[in-house]
């Protein structure tokens, strides 16, 4: 990606946050690199040379700043064909950081070339998958030694190494420090049930409109909100355990706080708290897209999801019913096929029963708890789809194609389909157009003139309904 150096320095001189994570400047005085928002003083121009991604400005030489750390900048969250290709590579690899993918198996999966992939990397972030997964790793494993106290052979692990002297002799020859180094300079955050660590995000972030989204929409036994804290229970891969995420006042960031077991799948569960809680979005951006519709709450978010599949059962059972009503009969679900989970939290009990489970179930397994018959159908097939690989459900893949193969299945229409894509795989030209809500707030019920109407929103449709609906709130 080509960067405007006056356009870069102009923000790194105001601290201006909009331009955090989108790229780094290394300062030549001092062989470090940092984020424009960086709060020592800043270097002189002539000292100054910019990055797309911190990759770019560690294969330069440059090592990350101890102060403002840049493994706590957000990512970006691009919409067009080109960078969809790339932003559905890189959530395979946040996801995996290549440990069980090669570049070429993330390729085949993308339908490109390994050639090809190579290349739109090299042009959106200046450097190969390969150096991209290096630098994310040392960054993981300095936000841990940073904010964490797990042992250097559990983070050494934790972030995609295989071999405790790899770890150590790429850490020394990237950072010039040994890992110990970054211990004695970070914080220890564990208590004897959790490990606590923080995530980044661009201001503003209306943490309140977040949880007031996600409250009614809860499984009982799944998750819960209190004391202004979301919390709920996880399986990645064959581990469990729970995770709670809160604000930290006067810091634009998110402290994660991770049941012990969860540690070995740290990455992915970081990678998809952040999208769960949209840290990518760039709210004055997206909102300069949405002039004609009235801003009262900036930093509105477009809530994500930690499970896909939960997500998509819970959006079908809330087709013409109540939030309410749809909530209960997803803890009836989740009760009933879901396994039992031991927290210290009393409201954490369940996990929500995994794909294979729900598409070997039968309609009057599903019926019996007050479900119709055609919902019940619905969730199967969906369930059946996603094991077998017809579906994914997840941040990455092809919404369009994704849409068309959800209404596909009986029962699921476009507006079931298009807020899956909203919540399940983060695309953020997602648009439900027939939402009853969405024609109340608009004062139009024709769907073909509220698409019209939407097509100056794009690509950010998904935040102007997000923005629609929380208007009928005021």
Known sequence: MILDTDICYAALK?????????????????????????PARSAKREHCQFFSSAAAAEKAGFRPCLR?????????????????????????????LLQDQSVSDIADVLGITGRHLRRIFRKAFGVTPIE??????????????????????????????????????????????????????????????AIKFELGYRPPLDWESLLGFLEPRMIPGVETITANRYMRTAQIHELTGWFAVKPVRKKPVLQAIVSPSLIPAIRTLMARVKRMFDLTANPPEIESHLQSIPIAHPGLRVPGTFNGLEMAVRAILGQQITVKAATTLAGRLTSEFGKSLETPHEKLKYLFPGPKVVARLTVDDIA???????????????AQMVTSGTLELHAGVNAEETISVLRSIPGVGDWTAQYIAMRALGWPDAFPHTDLAIKKALKEDNPTKILKTAEAWRPWRAYAAMHLWKSLEE
Do not use: W
């Open 14 to 38: 105001s601290k201006d946050s909009r331009f955090d994570g989108r790229f780094f400047v290394g300062i030549t005085s001092t062989g470090i690199y940092c984020r424009p928002v960086c």
């Open 68 to 96: 403002c750390r840049p493994e706590l900048a957000p990512g970006n969250a691009p919409v067009d064909t080109t960078s969809q290709l790339v932003e559905a590579a890189v959530t395979q690899i946040d996801d995996t």
């Open 132 to 193: 991209y997964v290096q630098t994310k790793r040392l960054l993981l494993a300095k936000h841990l030694l940073t904010d964490t106290s797990l042992s250097i052979t559990e983070i050494a692990f934790a972030s995609g190494f295989s071999s405790l002297r790899r770890f150590h002799a790429l850490f020394r020859e990237r950072y010039r420090l040994t890992p110990s180094d970054i211990r004695r300079n970070g914080q220890s955050m564990r208590d004897e049930q």
């Open 368 to 382: 019996r708890l007050g479900i119709i018959a055609t919902r019940s159908q619905s969730i199967i097939t969906l």
